[in-house]
């Protein structure tokens, strides 16, 4: 029989795969995969690979609530499937549902009478009233283009998305089904973190006390030419225009219902590739107050040829390969005068020579301000240090700036996991705002002074060199050697303390096993300790088991795999999501579950109280069954993990079920746990020792090369 179509504009069956099983159910994808073999009712797969099935949904439901494992399906899940099974794909879905969001928010009760009749003459009633929302949030002529008549199927899905607002708002709604989008899609897109969004807005904002007058706040507007889903532009905040630009259609759609959803700020949204059509190009276009802009790099195809003689090109014709150079000029041209533009950019652009003669005459205009250098893993790719360059578009008559403001921020944010942490993120947003205000805000000639290692502000004259290389590292003085003499003698301190506690602390050796003898029979093996699983734990209930996300919401720093690996504080952050996050608390055991590396912390309390991280497995004991020490013991057990791994062409995941431990009674368990509590103190000290001792071996080394330390 030929497979059932369903009616074209109708959504499809929604289909879940077995990731969302576990997420509906509220249990680890382990779960899902043992059900499927246990439960010979469990519903077949009806599309998907033979690697990754999907399934169902209405079956699917309809078998966990028959078993108990589910008393409804939750109203975002519901919402969420709806747009996995939209027939236009995932961000058409998405599409559909900020227009109807926006219609809620903006004209309610246009939505309360659309909504109060059947499905029926509610795709009808609907149409035209998404164009006038759209229309009057957006312009006459924005990306979304005209809404299609709606089919009665389609109807149920709004519905539902008005439902979500209710629980969320409208805002919260969006953020939640846009963030599952990009979740699910990762590769597909280039995002800004929100932390690094937010110090380019704090860049480009204007000075304190600028924005009120007389006559109340001042209009500031703001335009990002390729802005991606509306980070940089949701960062800003109290502007009163924003103006948005993408090549990608989706992306601009997706960009305008983000940010007319977060306020009542007017939104142009175009969609087509700035540097070759620019829609909102002077002098039709107003110039704007502030550009930002995380344009894309290393683009040779960027329109060298076609547009050699555009005037935005003030500053020299960008070569071929300096596409980043074009982009800073396309922002230039868009500003007012006195106008700044914070653009994110690769460390090549400062250095490459193909540049130097544009570089040069920013320089002598005075346009290009600041340049930033990042730690690595600030923003994608995260492999990379990147730049901040900050420019303002000179006015007539006004004097150039005696200098250009040069930070290095790399070693604010080194921390142990990708990117900089928390805290590490908190010293750079800092040191950075810190410079730019005593530069640009404390009149025409600032004292700035130097902080060597980090900033420093160097003579145009200076600069103009063969090679006009603006990397902020080249030009800097150079930090005092680990910190100065006397950081260097504390750090001595602490050290041999460290070494002292690490030999208190090392273990005795196991008492060797008598010499056989004649009149003794040979020692066997030790007996073997009846076992279980942590599987079979949790089933009793003698530990719960939670996988962290690393997303949610509120201010609390995330616990990350590489923060567990090397016995480090939480430094991640939580990637945005509704939810509130999984926290940890004392006594909770976490587990890495790739790597094969064998690892297992237990949350003390200054550990307690931070997001559980991508990667990480939570298992939280029963205090009256099982003492935490004992527990993470036996889970780094090598032979223990390798049976519970299963190993891919490149790495390791573990399948935390499947780890032993025995079976002993509490009062047997806590004398392990003591044991191997000692063991990870011991290990502690020797990993602070060990970074102790190369902070000091290279403090030592700078000394010896800068001359503050005497090689007598």
């Excluded at 894309?296 to 980043?324: I, K, V």
Aim: glycine fraction near 10%; hydrophobic fraction near 45%.
């Amino acid at each position: 029989m030929p497979e059932q179509k369903p009616p074209t504009g109708a959504p499809a069956a929604p289909e879940v795969t077995a990731a969302e099983i576990a997420r509906l159910a509220g249990v680890g994808r382990a779960a899902v995969s043992n059900w499927r073999r246990r439960h010979a009712d469990f519903p077949r797969p009806v599309g998907g690979t033979e690697t990754s099935p999907s399934f169902a949904l209405a079956q699917v439901t309809d078998w966990l609530r028959a078993q108990g494992k589910l008393a409804e399906v939750p109203l975002r899940e519901r919402v969420w499937q709806y747009v996995t099974a939209h027939p236009g794909g995932s961000v058409a879905a998405l599409v559909k549902a900020g227009s109807a969001l926006l219609l809620v928010r903006d004209r309610p009760m246009e939505w309360l009478e659309a909504s109060a009749v059947s499905d029926e003459r509610m795709a009808t009633l609907l149409a035209p009233a998404l164009d006038r929302v759209l229309a009057l949030r957006f312009g006459p002529a924005h990306p979304l283009g005209s809404t299609a008549p709606l089919s009665p199927g389609a109807v149920p899905f709004l519905r539902a998305a008005a439902e979500l607002a209710a629980e969320l708002g409208t805002r919260g709604a969006f953020e939640f089904l846009l963030g599952r989008h990009l979740e699910a899609n990762p590769r597909q897109y280039t995002l800004t973190p929100d932390g690094l969004a937010t110090l380019m807005a704090a860049l480009a904002a204007p000075p304190s006390g600028a924005s009120t007058g007389p006559a109340g706040p001042a209009p500031f507007t703001v335009l990002d030419p390729a802005c991606g889903t509306g980070t940089l532009l949701r960062s800003v905040p109290g502007a009163t225009t924003r103006y948005a630009q993408d090549s990608s259609p989706e992306l601009a759609s997706l960009a305008a219902l983000r940010l007319a959803l977060q306020s009542d700020a007017p939104v142009r949204a175009a969609a087509a590739d700035s540097l070759r059509a620019d829609a909102f190009a002077r002098p039709a276009a107003e110039p704007v107050d502030a550009v930002l802009c995380h344009p894309p790099f290393n683009e040779r195809n960027w329109g060298h040829e076609e547009l050699a003689y555009d005037p935005r090109w003030e500053y020299g014709l960008p070569a071929r390969a300096e596409s980043e150079l074009a982009w800073v000029q396309h922002a230039l041209a868009h500003l007012r005068e006195g106008g700044t533009a914070v653009l994110l950019m690769p460390p090549a652009a400062a250095a490459r020579r193909s540049g130097r003669r544009i570089r040069a005459d920013l320089l002598r205009r005075g346009a290009l301000r600041a340049v930033v250098a990042l730690p690595a893993g600030a923003a994608p790719p995260y492999g990379i240090p990147l730049h901040l360059w900050v420019l303002r578009r000179p006015a007539p008559q006004t004097a150039p700036p005696p200098g250009l403001l040069l930070v290095d921020t790399a070693a604010l944010g080194e921390g142990p996991g990708q990117g900089p942490g928390r805290a590490g993120w908190a010293a750079v947003h800092g040191a950075v705002e810190e410079a730019w205000t005593a530069y640009d805000r404390r009149g025409p000639a600032p004292e700035v002074p130097d902080v060597p290692g980090v900033r420093r502000v160097v003579p145009v004259v200076d600069l103009l060199d063969d090679d006009v290389d603006l990397t902020p590292a080249r030009h800097l003085p150079p930090p005092a050697a680990g910190g100065g003499l006397a950081e260097l003698t504390a750090v001595r301190d602490r050290l041999d303390s460290t070494l002292n506690r690490a030999a208190r602390l090392t273990p005795a050796a196991p008492p060797a096993q008598p010499a056989a003898s004649p009149d003794l029979p040979a020692a066997g093996p030790p007996a073997r300790l009846p076992l279980t699983t942590v599987g079979e734990l949790a089933r009793a209930g003698a530990l719960l088991l939670h996988t962290g996300t690393g997303s949610g919401a509120g201010p609390a720093p995330v616990l990350t795999e590489s923060d567990v690996s090397a016995g480090t504080g939480p430094s991640g952050t939580l990637a945005a999501a509704p939810e509130p996050p999984l926290l940890t608390a004392p006594g909770d055991v976490v587990v890495p579950l790739t790597g094969g590396a064998g690892v297992a912390r237990v949350v003390d309390a200054a550990t307690a109280g931070a997001a559980l991280g991508r990667g990480l497995q939570l298992l939280r004991p029963d205090p009256a069954a099982l003492d935490p020490w004992f527990l993470a013991g036996f889970l780094r057990a090598t032979a223990n993990n390798r049976r519970a791994s299963s190993h891919a062409s490149t790495t390791s995941r573990l399948d935390v079920r499947r780890l032993e431990l025995p079976r002993l009674p509490r009062t047997e368990q806590e004398v392990y746990g003591a044991r191997f509590r000692a063991l990870a103190e011991f290990e502690d000290a020797l990993r602070l020792a060990a970074r102790l001792g190369e902070q000091l071996v290279q403090g030592l080394y700078d000394g010896l090369s800068d001359g503050t330390v005497r090689p007598e």
